[in-house]
C-alpha cells in the first residue's frame, strides 16, 4: 500500500495554485475541468515530481468548511510538510510575506512552525531526524 494522492480543502483553487506553486514552490502535475467551475488539481514537489499528490480540492461542503473553521479556531493544521531546515524556510517564507501563527519550535528532536496558507487552512512544516 502506498500514498498517492492527499488533499487539502481550499476556499479558491486559483489562489490556491499560485499559493502552492509560487510561494511553496510545488509543481503543477494536473489540472483537468471538473464541472463548471472546479478542477482536479494536483501538485507535487519538484523533488519527487512522481511522489504524492497533493489535490488543491475545493472546500464548497458544509462538513468541510466547519472542519477547517473547527481545526483553525483550535490551532490545529490541517497538513504538515517535511523541510530540511524548520527556520530557514520560515525565514524564506516570512521574506515571501507568509503569515505564521507558530514560529519554529523545538521538540525534542523535531523542529516545527505553522502558518497560514491564505486559503483557509493552517499548515505545519516540521524538520525530522533522519
Known amino acids: 500500500m502506498k500514498i498517492r494522492l492527499t488533499s487539502v480543502f481550499v476556499d479558491d483553487q486559483a489562489q490556491a495554485e499560485r499559493f502552492y506553486t509560487e510561494i511553496l514552490g510545488f509543481v503543477k502535475k494536473h489540472d483537468v ?5 472546479d478542477r482536479w488539481l494536483t501538485v ?3 523533488d519527487e515530481p512522481g511522489g504524492t499528490e497533493l489535490l488543491l480540492e475545493p472546500a464548497g461542503h458544509p462538513a468541510a468548511r466547519a472542519y477547517r473553521e473547527a481545526l483553525i479556531r483550535d490551532g490545529i493544521p490541517l497538513a504538515q510538510f517535511a523541510v530540511d531546515d524548520v527556520r530557514a524556510e ?9 503569515r505564521f501563527t507558530q514560529e519554529p519550535l523545538e521538540t525534542g528532536a523535531v523542529t516545527t512552525a505553522v502558518f497560514d496558507d ?8 516540521a524538520t525530522q531526524p533522519q
Not at 475541468?33 to 467551475?37: A, F, L, Y
Not at 520560515?90 to 507568509?98: N, T
Open 90 to 98: 520560515y525565514a524564506r517564507l516570512c521574506g515571501l510575506g507568509v
Open 118 to 125: 491564505t486559503c483557509g487552512n493552517l499548515i505545519q512544516i
Open 44 to 46: 507535487v514537489s519538484p
Open 33 to 37: 475541468p471538473v464541472g463548471e467551475k
